[in-house]
């Protein structure tokens, strides 16, 4: 499974301590004069989201023409394959039925428009789309898939499971075989941050998934490692939280060894408990072995 990690413009620049990068944004999450041409070097594949995980949050809402503009000034200057969702609409708070298929009917509405923008302004060469499923059940979300393979859709991605993932994680992997069901392979999981989730989606044969997980556990003083998966955590007041959140963890003193670009060159420089610099450098550190695990958990 190829792992994309969430990126803004004050996270690390991945691709320059590693290979192999793939990369998602999201509009709200980088200035409104931030294009991916910024980047010192281009990551292997860009994905840029419709914002509306972000737009869900703040309470507003945007229109497919918004959404599309933010995207391509993102893909200014990128030279690097990449691909765009059409604005979805998120099934979070739904309460009854009604309510997810007038949801369900607006975001297949905008990706209808889309994909018919793309077809007909000759840019379907350069930027592929994405359909983004959103459904309320596995039902739904069986059909929604299959609509938007109808439109023409090649390549899609699997919405609003992050909040089902701590307390509902078999509906998160029946969803996802309904998706892969429906569509197969082609198939992109969104904003799941879980690593024991994202090892399951390897297995079950998705082709990607995004998380921001290397820089959040890095903000919280936390270190991952691969071969086998260990968590640990720097010395901190707030260990005893993380440790609730978690439910296993150690206190890490010292680094371990590791061939990660950054414990090459100054494993000491991660360990810092204060400072962006920091910070960033433990973020490519969980990056490695984040990928490493979801790697060795692919399908067969």
């Given at each position: 499974?190829?792992y ?7 996270d ?20 409104q ?5 910024d ?49 979805d609409?998120l ?19 905008h ?14 060469d ?5 359909g983004v ?8 979300v ?11 859709y090649e390549r899609?991605?699997?919405g ?8 509902a994680?078999d509906e ?6 309904a ?13 799941v941050?879980?690593?024991a ?21 890095a ?5 991952i ?7 640990y955590?720097?010395?901190?007041p707030?260990f ?9 963890a150690?206190i ?23 400072g962006?610099a ?5 973020a ?6 984040l ?5 060795e958990a692919?399908?067969?």
């Amino acid at each position: 499974m190829k792992y994309f990690v969430s990126w803004t413009h004050s996270d690390p620049v991945y691709q320059q301590y590693l290979p192999e990068v793939r990369a998602l944004v999201s509009p709200p999450n980088v200035s409104q004069t931030w294009h991916a041409g910024d980047w010192p070097c281009p990551p292997e594949e860009l994905i840029v989201d419709s914002g509306a995980f972000q737009h869900h949050r703040a309470g507003r809402g945007s229109s497919p023409e918004e959404a599309l503009r933010q995207q391509l000034r993102i893909l200014e200057g990128l030279g690097a394959p990449a691909a765009i969702c059409h604005l979805d609409v998120l099934m979070i708070g739904v309460r009854s039925p009604e309510e997810a298929a007038r949801r369900s009917a607006q975001s297949l509405a905008h990706a209808h428009w889309l994909i018919t923008y793309l077809e007909s302004g000759g840019l379907r060469d350069h930027v592929e789309p994405i359909g983004v499923i959103q459904g309320h059940t596995v039902e739904q979300v069986f059909y929604v898939a299959q609509a938007l393979a109808d439109m023409g859709y090649e390549r899609f991605a699997l919405g609003s499971l992050a909040a089902k993932v701590a307390g509902a994680r078999d509906e998160v992997l029946r969803r996802v075989e309904a998706a892969l069901e429906a569509v197969g392979p082609r198939l992109h999981i969104l904003g799941v941050s879980s690593v024991a989730v994202l090892a399951s989606l390897a297995r079950l044969g998705v082709d990607s998934a995004d998380s921001g997980t290397p820089i959040k556990e890095a903000a919280s003083g936390g270190l991952i490692y691969s071969d086998p998966f260990r968590r640990y955590k720097l010395p901190s007041p707030h260990f005893r939280e993380w440790r609730r959140s978690y439910g296993l963890a150690e206190i890490l003193e010292e680094p371990l060894p590791c061939n990660c670009p950054v414990c090459r060159e100054s494993p000491g420089a991660m360990m810092e408990q204060q400072g962006k610099a920091a910070v960033n450098l433990r973020a490519v550190h969980n990056y490695y072995h984040l990928r490493r695990c979801l790697h060795e958990a692919r399908a067969p």
